[in-house]
């Protein structure tokens, strides 16, 4: 069996990126940039008035002050959207608005604050704003200047400055298409819940969970339904992924009598990589290619699904988008209660991580860690990781958690 890093590691090693697509500014939101953008203009494009005020002269009014104010001949107004037609010379001004371009021969705006706000002759009582408040041009960003690099996943900060720099339109990474696949005869769509009712069936909460964490993790979920347990109809089942990017099937690779999912998909000519990971839960995970697509073979197992996926596809996903930072964020936590674990093996256990009020991170467990107990997995918001050689941790000792999200640190107040 692999160790988990090694089982990344391959399973990451065999995935590629996406092809590129161009697709509107509006629509590039959490994708990642295929190529650098470089800006064609200056931000700003020219000097502008970063208050409403006057522009001036600041030898004219660096003196001012209210037992000595400055009285200045106003010669035109310039509103934002407008270009002014006069140069401020000795002993003139220019009411303005912020950012309207500063005219010819002024270096300072006064705010209209320290002023008597007048019309055709104004009184500058302060002059602390002699030589500032001036926005020069490409202050921001100068022409030629790459805005954002590739690899970049785009922010609504992002989005902003490709506007403000004429970007329409950017080239990304396309969506990976992930086909799942369930499988096994007591299983059915929520469609079919009469059966459940009934205690013939239980729900695929597998294809719907899939379907969630595709989706969360930035692919296209296409559900190729439940196959039952039988060899030729599972490889009918998986033709219908032609097209797809990513094959993810649930059970069926493990050592049971009806597990035949690796069976039929040798029928189909796949390569199998790997097919055991030393870890618990989601032992039985398998890696290879079906028809030149990759494909991940998770545990039938609800938490198994659930918790290789987040080991193993959520990565692999990330990485057909272009993302640069593949993996979840890992905390060290303090335990405030005790762990055992069972066999050397890496467990990853559903815990709930939270912050103390020092801001340190502290975690317990959701409860009972059977694979099969969805709401353990619901509860959490965190994977502890114990390592194989530390069957026994104590309450106060620090674990390592790989956080499910970043609301951690949340509160419902503004803390500063």
């Not at 059970?251 to 990589?273: C, H, N, P």
Request: charged fraction near 20%.
């Amino acid at each position: 069996m692999l160790t988990v890093v090694q089982a990344s590691a391959a399973i990451l090693a065999d995935i590629g990126r996406q092809p590129t697509e161009r697709v509107s500014l509006l629509d590039s939101l959490g994708r990642v940039l295929a190529n650098p953008v470089a800006s064609p203009i200056s931000l700003p494009p020219w000097d502008n008035s970063a208050m409403d005020g006057y522009a001036v002269r600041g030898a004219d009014v660096e003196h001012a002050a209210s037992e000595h104010p400055v009285r200045l001949r106003v010669i035109e107004s310039v509103a934002a959207g407008a270009f002014p037609a006069l140069t401020v010379t000795a002993g003139s001004a220019t009411r303005i608005m912020t950012g309207a371009p500063v005219p010819g021969g002024a270096d300072t705006v006064i705010r209209v604050e320290d002023t008597d706000d007048g019309r055709e002759h104004v009184v500058i009582r302060d002059g602390r704003d002699a030589f500032r408040n001036v926005r020069p041009r490409g202050e921001d960003v100068r022409a030629g200047t790459v805005v954002c690099q590739s690899g970049t996943t785009v922010k609504p900060a992002d989005v902003g400055i490709l506007a403000a720099i004429g970007c329409a339109e950017v080239e990304v990474y396309r969506l990976p298409r992930v086909a799942i696949l369930g499988s096994g005869d007591e299983l059915v769509p929520i469609e079919q819940f009469e059966e459940v009712r009934a205690g013939r069936r239980i729900v695929s909460s597998n294809n719907y969970a899939l379907h969630a964490l595709v989706r969360a993790a930035g692919g296209i979920p296409i559900d190729l339904g439940i196959a039952p347990d039988d060899p030729a109809a599972l490889a009918d089942h998986v033709k219908r992924a032609d097209g797809c990017d990513l094959l993810l099937t649930t059970a069926g690779v493990s050592v049971g009598e009806f597990d035949y999912t690796r069976q039929a998909l040798e029928r189909l000519g796949a390569s199998m990589k790997f097919w055991k990971v030393r870890m618990r839960p989601g032992a039985p995970l398998a890696f290879g290619s079906v028809s030149g697509m990759p494909w991940i073979g998770l545990p039938g197992n609800p938490v198994s699904t659930m918790v290789t996926f987040e080991l193993f596809v959520r990565p692999a996903i990330r990485k057909m988008l272009g993302h640069q930072h593949l993996f979840r964020r890992t905390v060290p936590v303090i335990l405030e209660e005790s762990v055992v674990t069972g066999p050397r093996l890496t467990h990853f256990l559903r815990a709930v991580v939270h912050l103390d009020s020092d801001r340190v991170a502290r975690a317990r467990l959701t409860g009972p860690q059977g694979s099969s107990i969805l709401s353990s997995m619901s509860l959490a918001n965190a994977l502890l990781v114990v390592p194989e050689d530390q069957p026994r941790t104590e309450a106060g000792e620090t674990l390592n958690a790989l956080l499910l999200g970043d609301d951690i640190g949340a509160s419902e107040y503004l803390v500063l």
